[in-house]
């Protein structure tokens, strides 16, 4: 494995688009269902069973947190592994008043505001137990850490996921045209209540060797980093998108000095609007499972490489590694590649490596 030095410069290379021999690569180790991946979340892995947050004890994850640790020691990667808050829960959606139900692989959340009159008790989401429990299993990851590796922030959703679980999605869809006023107001409430729920978090978290880190994908960054999704723009034409969503997409990247936002192929047709903020970092792109294939996505992602860093995730095959080393600039390109285990990951990254 690279030493410190040379690691945190691949990541530093990375941000600022330099020419560099080979894209920087992380490791998501374990099943593509990430609630599977940690033994503490198995009794709540049940059919339609409302979890609460009194149900939860973070010290109740350790052994698995350190378990991933330990795993991805032995991976070569180069980025640093990051601890985040059980990533399989849908923690913005509870702490803004949403119930959540177990299923036999994660979890599911049902629509709560049926009434546009609630949307102040929405707004009060501190007052709520899942961010107080969100917030005790930060401290305890920060604990147990001891400096070892960073800790950040999980899948926390974005505005139009936030506001569509509050609605149910297909009433948020009626609601674009029905109402469209309340609307932006509940997207204002849900990107006010992500940042506060970062700045919390961040008065917590202590820097990594001089930096900090973006959960999920364990992106190192010089500075502080916000990442988020808009997983229900698909749902968007380009003209609603710019009237609802570009404004929240706006704030959020310029939230910090390092930003990156979570899309999906079915949402490519927001690229050149998200290209145009000049906040936004980096944009991370998902190999979707049915999805477009690798050589089908190449256009877009060359696309981003022409302005932004690209963060690619996904269970590429060797075929697929091949052809994005060979078809894609390594200058900004950073690779999250999901692998079973710690050997295939190895024999991933001896791919990239030229071996």
Request: proline share 6%.
């Given at each position: ?10 990541h ?6 330099e ?14 269902f990430?609630a599977q991946?940690f ?5 709540l892995l ?5 979890i ?20 991805s ?9 990051v ?10 959606e ?52 001891n ?16 506001a ?13 045209y ?9 997207l ?15 008065k ?5 060797h001089?930096?900090t880190?973006?959960g ?7 500075g502080?980093?916000i ?12 003209t ?16 910090y000095?390092?930003?990156a ?20 970092t ?14 089908e996505m ?20 060797d075929d697929?590694?091949r ?17 079973p285990t ?13 071996g």
């Amino acid at each position: 494995m690279e030493n410190l030095q040379m690691r945190l410069d691949r990541h530093r290379r990375f941000w600022n688009m330099e020419e560099t021999d080979r894209p920087v690569v992380s490791f998501s180790l374990g099943s593509y269902f990430f609630a599977q991946r940690f033994e503490a979340a198995r009794p709540l892995l049940e059919h339609n069973m409302e979890i609460l947050p009194e149900m939860i004890d973070p010290k109740d994850f350790l052994p698995d947190y350190e378990r991933q640790y330990q795993e991805s020691l032995e991976t070569g990667q180069d980025a640093f592994w990051v601890a985040e808050p059980f990533a399989a829960l849908p923690w913005m959606e509870g702490m803004l008043g949403c119930k959540i139900y177990g299923a036999k692989e994660s979890f599911w959340v049902k629509s709560s505001l049926k009434d546009w009159d609630d949307l102040d008790k929405v707004a009060r989401f501190e007052d709520n137990p899942w961010f107080r429990k969100y917030i005790e299993f930060i401290e305890v990851l920060v604990e147990h850490s001891n400096g070892r590796y960073p800790v950040g922030q999980p899948i926390l959703r974005g505005p139009s996921d936030m506001a569509g679980t509050l609605r149910g999605q297909s009433q948020f869809v009626i609601d674009l045209y029905d109402s469209p006023a309340q609307v932006k107001s509940l997207l204002e409430i849900a990107t006010s209540a992500f940042i506060k729920v970062i700045r919390t978090q961040k008065k917590i978290i202590p820097e990594f060797h001089g930096g900090t880190s973006m959960g999920f994908y364990h992106a190192w960054t010089p500075g502080q980093c916000i990442w988020f999704q808009e997983d229900l723009s698909a749902l968007f034409s380009p003209t609603l998108y710019r009237d609802f969503l570009l404004e929240p997409d706006t704030v959020l990247s310029n939230a910090y000095p390092y930003s990156a936002i979570h899309l999906h192929p079915a949402s490519f047709f927001i690229l050149d609007d998200l290209l145009n903020i000049d906040g936004l970092t980096a944009i991370q792109v998902n190999l979707d499972v049915g999805g477009p294939s690798m050589e089908e996505m190449l256009p877009h992602l060359n696309k981003i490489l022409m302005r932004k860093p690209l963060i690619l995730w996904g269970a590429l095959s060797d075929d697929d590694i091949r052809l994005v080393l060979r078809e894609l600039p390594s200058r900004g390109l950073f690779l999250c590649l999901v692998a079973p285990t710690a050997k295939e990951a190895r024999h991933m990254m001896s791919i990239i490596k030229g071996g």
